[in-house]
């Protein structure tokens, strides 16, 4: 049995529970400071999440009123700049330095200057920057004797007007009126006194029609091959489908036919043919000289 003395046994007894008493309000308070601070974590937490959509919505405020405020700057600035120009615009059209006075019309041959301005409307003291060119020149297309034709502004008081005329190359009895004929046998407007050319006529026989698109080369390659004769000797032009191309020389009363199946080698040895036989002045003794299939035929008066 062990002997202790009184402040021995108070001692360890101090020593024996005081300090588990201690221990265990630490870990009470040390509890309670946890559960505090995330309570106050947790409030914050809250808190935050409260006033996040409030910061959210005054920031999308703000874009949205520095939007406007930039859209409205750029409206006035534009309704600025428009009517700026308008009263430019309006300056210029009514000022007479603009005032059309020189007209330079170019390429006229079957057309006068007076028809040219009557057709487009186009005159002098018309205000340059008023005028519609794409306008004038629809209306100057729908003339048939127009092929092309292109307007240029001089600014600030010219107009510059280049046409490109439909050259007729023969005439066409159409619903008992003649026309003129291109050499591409296009239509483009009855003979009148005012405009009247003397041509060949040209007459479309059986079987004819297949051979219209060859026209245009035929006639430039006739006039190439160094035949001696132009075309106003040329009474008549035919072309059917049995002779091909038929003209009649008036001047030497002789007819030459040329076969459409490769006519340009037709017209080759027709043309050499003529060359010699007019050297030889037997010309006047022919009334008809037939060139196809590679040959060339003589029927003699």
């Known amino acids: 049995m062990s002997i202790f003395s009184p402040r021995e046994k108070h001692g360890k007894t101090r020593n024996?529970?005081?300090?588990?008493?201690?221990?265990?309000i630490s870990k009470n308070r040390l509890r309670m400071a946890k559960t505090g601070a995330?309570?106050?974590?947790?409030?914050?937490?809250?808190?935050?999440?409260?006033?996040?959509p409030s910061l959210q919505g005054r920031v999308e405020l703000r874009r949205l009123g520095a939007w406007f405020c930039t859209l409205?700057?750029?409206?006035?600035?534009?309704?600025?700049?428009?009517?700026?120009?308008?009263?430019?615009?309006?300056?210029?059209?009514?000022?007479?330095?603009?005032?059309v006075s020189r007209i330079d019309i170019r390429g006229l041959s079957q057309l006068t200057a007076e028809d040219v301005l009557t057709i487009s409307g186009l005159k002098e003291g018309d205000n340059s920057l008023s005028v519609?060119?794409?306008?004038?020149?629809?209306?100057?297309?729908?003339?048939?004797?127009?092929?092309?034709?292109?307007?240029?502004?001089?600014?600030?008081d010219a107009f510059v007007i280049n046409v490109r005329e439909r050259v007729p190359q023969f005439w066409i009895?159409?619903?008992?009126?003649?026309?003129?004929?291109?050499?591409?046998?296009?239509?483009?407007?009855?003979?009148?006194?005012e405009n009247f050319r003397s041509l060949p006529t040209l007459d479309i026989g059986p079987g004819g029609e297949d051979a219209i698109p060859y026209l245009g080369d035929f006639m430039t390659q006739l006039k190439e091959k160094g035949l001696p004769f132009d075309l106003?000797?040329?009474s008549w032009l035919r072309i059917s489908a049995g002779?091909?191309?038929?003209?009649?020389?008036?001047?030497?009363?002789?007819?030459?036919s040329i076969g459409i199946e490769n006519w340009q080698e037709n017209l080759k040895r027709l043309a050499l043919v003529i060359d010699d036989m007019e050297k030889r002045k037997e010309i006047s003794k022919t009334r008809e000289i037939c060139a196809a299939d590679g040959q060339v035929w003589l029927h003699k008066a």
């Open 173 to 193: 009895l159409k619903n008992g009126t003649l026309h003129y004929l291109d050499q591409n046998g296009l239509l483009i407007a009855p003979v009148q006194s």
């Open 72 to 99: 409205g700057c750029a409206a006035l600035l534009c309704a600025s700049l428009g009517f700026g120009l308008y009263k430019t615009y309006q300056f210029c059209t009514e000022s007479d330095y603009f005032k």
């Open 243 to 256: 002779k091909g191309f038929e003209l009649y020389w008036e001047n030497k009363h002789l007819s030459l």
């Open 132 to 156: 519609r060119i794409a306008d004038m020149e629809a209306k100057l297309l729908q003339n048939p004797w127009i092929e092309a034709v292109s307007i240029r502004r001089e600014l600030p």
């Open 16 to 24: 024996r529970y005081i300090p588990a008493k201690q221990s265990a």
């Open 38 to 52: 995330l309570s106050r974590n947790a409030a914050a937490a809250a808190a935050n999440s409260a006033l996040l």
């Open 232 to 234: 106003t000797q040329i």
